[in-house]
T-cell receptor, first 116, second 114 residues
Framework: DQQVKQNSPSLSVQEGRISILNCDYTNSMFDYFLWYKKYPAEGPTFLIS?????DKNEDGRFTVFLNKSAKHLSLHIVPSQPGDSAVYFC???????????????FGQGTILTVHP | EPEVTQTPSHQVTQMGQEVILRCVPI?????FYWYRQILGQKVEFLVSFYNNEISEKSEIFDDQFSVERPDGSNFTLKIRSTKLEDSAMYFCASSKSRDWSEQYFGPGTRLTVT
């Protein structure tokens, strides 16, 4: 199942700089997208989401951009902090009255390392 | 801040044995989910549960798996006869609504089948 792909297994960034994590999807029926952060031995922690009717959503240091025509989304973290070092997953779901009851389809994850 | 809890954190069992993984979702949430992550692989959807019945399940969720909400707080995943390939992290999640609502995950149960 390759409907959601994160092509970069890892990303290394200097503290204070911008981290950009990318995600591509193939199924045009997806219309709600989420980013999760995961530390070792913990469950995924919700970060930010975006619906397909928007192209940008911002929450503090985190901004998600959605390009529907390219079937691409990205998560920007500015400024990056060492505590942001974790695995980041993008996830997608069918939504809004469809037959899906919330099933999330995840990407493989990108390991972000923020160096002091 | 309310959170999803799961017990046990680690379960070791022998092949063929039954296991029950337990979850306490966030109290005002109505939708409940199980996911799993085999080491080195993606997080995969298993099943969603709403109004005391399964609303959606994946191909992984075969007759060996069952879910139950035995009371107003617990949500369980049972594997009747475990196989080696069931070894994985199992995550429970819950959400307030089906649409436009994020899912909140528990810390997971690491299941090791020997």
């Amino acid at each position: 199942d390759q409907q959601v792909k994160q092509n970069s297994p890892s990303l290394s960034v200097q503290e204070g700089r911008i981290s950009i994590l990318n995600c591509d999807y193939t199924n045009s029926m997806f219309d709600y997208f989420l980013w999760y952060k995961k530390y070792p031995a913990e469950g995924p922690t919700f970060l930010i989401s975006i619906s397909s009717i928007k192209d940008k959503n911002e929450d503090g240091r985190f901004t998600v951009f959605l390009n529907k025509s390219a079937k691409h989304l990205s998560l920007h973290i500015v400024p990056s902090q060492p505590g942001d070092s974790a695995v980041y997953f993008c996830a997608a779901r069918f939504n809004a009255g469809g037959t899906s009851y919330g099933k999330l389809t995840f990407g493989q994850g990108t390991i972000l390392t923020v160096h002091p | 801040e309310p959170e999803v809890t799961q017990t046990p954190s680690h379960q070791v069992t022998q092949m063929g044995q039954e296991v029950i993984l337990r979850c306490v979702p966030i109290s005002n949430h109505l939708y409940f989910y199980w996911y799993r992550q085999i080491l080195g692989q993606k997080v995969e959807f298993l099943v969603s549960f709403y109004n005391n019945e399964i609303s959606e399940k994946s191909e992984i969720f075969d007759d060996q798996f069952s879910v139950e909400r035995p009371d107003g707080s617990n949500f369980t995943l049972k594997i009747r006869s475990t196989k080696l390939e069931d070894s994985a992290m199992y995550f429970c999640a819950s959400s307030k609504s089906r649409d436009w609502s994020e899912q909140y995950f528990g810390p997971g149960t690491r299941l090791t089948v020997t």
